[in-house]
């Protein structure tokens, strides 16, 4: 079982294989995963394709499967694991980061009230909201 984090959140891979910095998706689990998927054009998100480096394909895909570390590395964005190579992190660019922060606009989550009813920030985009946090360490 391998973990993959990305900012969407948490996935389980039952099928993932991994070695040498390599992490092999099947292509439903990388599109569930982050979005990705690997068709004639190249890899594509939605109405985005990345084409592949002429000669190196099967760096990013094999039969089946995707190489999800591989894509992250092209796009320019850090993907880490453990020394197991069973948690994988596939994070944003620092390019994405710093635009994130510039914008001052906080990422979009969801938390229960007191009462168990669901809160998104988004539902109160336009309107001052006070944020407080806290944390036992």
């Known amino acids: 079982m391998t973990t993959v984090l990305t900012e969407a959140g948490e996935f389980e891979a039952p099928d993932a294989a991994g070695s040498d910095g390599a992490l092999w998706l099947s292509g439903r689990e990388a599109e569930d995963a982050t979005g990705w998927v690997a068709k004639p054009e190249g890899i594509c998100k939605g109405d985005i394709c990345v084409p592949l480096p002429p000669g190196r394909e099967q760096e990013f895909v094999r039969g089946s499967r995707l190489n999800l570390a591989a894509l992250w590395r092209h796009l320019g964005q850090p993907a880490v694991h453990s020394d197991r190579g069973h948690v994988w ?22 938390l229960p009230d007191a009462s168990g009813r669901p809160h998104s920030l988004s539902d109160y985009r336009g309107k001052n909201v006070f944020l407080v946090t806290w944390a036992s360490w």
């Open 89 to 110: 992190v596939l994070g944003a660019s620092a390019r994405e980061r710093s635009a994130a922060l510039g914008s001052l606009e906080a990422p979009d989550f969801t």
